[in-house]
């Protein structure tokens, strides 16, 4: 089946640690994006990447940093430097070049740093 | 990307059409209006979209204003399973970022 996995589900780490988010899919899609969320809000961009080794950051980039080496993979890392990094963190993929916006979501990971 | 303006929640009976409505005053010639949903603590599922006409897919049907300054979701008979929070998004163009709200939180009641 075709579809975005993200791993893992729930992810602990100390404060100080950095931490890499996973997320893969073969849809074949171009375009992956990261996005954050926090308890009763909506979803906020982090990076997005329309093509391979390229990307861009979003709307709240500081503290986070992201490659895009492979076509299918686009892992977020969460530094030190993210003051709040508890939160839920979705990666989602477009297929660039059409002309609607129709992203594809994984199931996410929540992220708990102690 | 224009702003959109959605209720916070609402409340349907099983089995009957849920119409969840929708303002976007500043949207542009130019910006189609996205529907997407997330069940909680999953990843948000696209619905929908238009950019003047109304649509209909499988899922859902878009009604959007002759004068596209809002529109409505309709869920012709709503499951338990789409108890949800509803998101309401403008978005065009170049710029293929979405940007969600809070969204409406849709609770469907047997």
């Known amino acids: 089946d075709g579809g975005i996995t993200q791993s893992p589900k729930y992810l602990f780490r100390k404060e100080g640690q950095n931490v890499t988010l996973s997320c893969e899919q073969n849809l074949n899609h171009d375009a992956m994006y990261w996005y954050r969320q926090d308890p009763g809000q909506g979803l906020r961009l982090i990076y997005y990447?329309?093509?391979?080794?390229?990307?861009q950051k979003g709307d709240i980039a500081e503290g986070y940093s992201v490659s895009r080496e492979k076509k299918e993979s686009f892992p977020l890392t969460v530094t030190s430097a993210q003051k709040n990094p508890t939160a839920f963190y979705l990666c989602a993929s477009r297929l660039a070049g059409g002309r609607y916006n129709e992203q594809f979501f994984g199931p996410g990971t929540r992220l708990t740093v102690l | 990307d224009a702003k959109t303006t959605q209720p916070p929640s609402m409340d349907c009976a099983e089995g009957r059409a849920a119409n969840l409505p929708c303002n976007h005053s500043?949207?542009?010639?130019?910006?189609?209006v996205y529907w997407y949903r997330q069940i909680h603590s999953q990843g948000p599922q696209y619905i929908i979209h238009g950019l003047k006409n109304n649509e209909t897919n499988e899922m859902a049907s878009l009604i959007i204003t002759e004068d596209r300054k809002s529109s409505t979701l309709i869920l012709p008979h709503a499951t338990l399973r789409d108890t949800a929070v509803y998101y309401c998004?403008?978005?065009?163009?170049?710029?293929?970022?979405?940007?969600f709200g809070k969204g409406t939180l849709l609770t469907v009641n047997p």
């Open positions: 990447s329309q093509i391979v080794n390229d990307f």
């Open positions: 500043t949207i542009s010639g130019n910006e189609y």
């Open positions: 998004i403008v978005s065009g163009g170049s710029n293929y970022k979405l940007t």
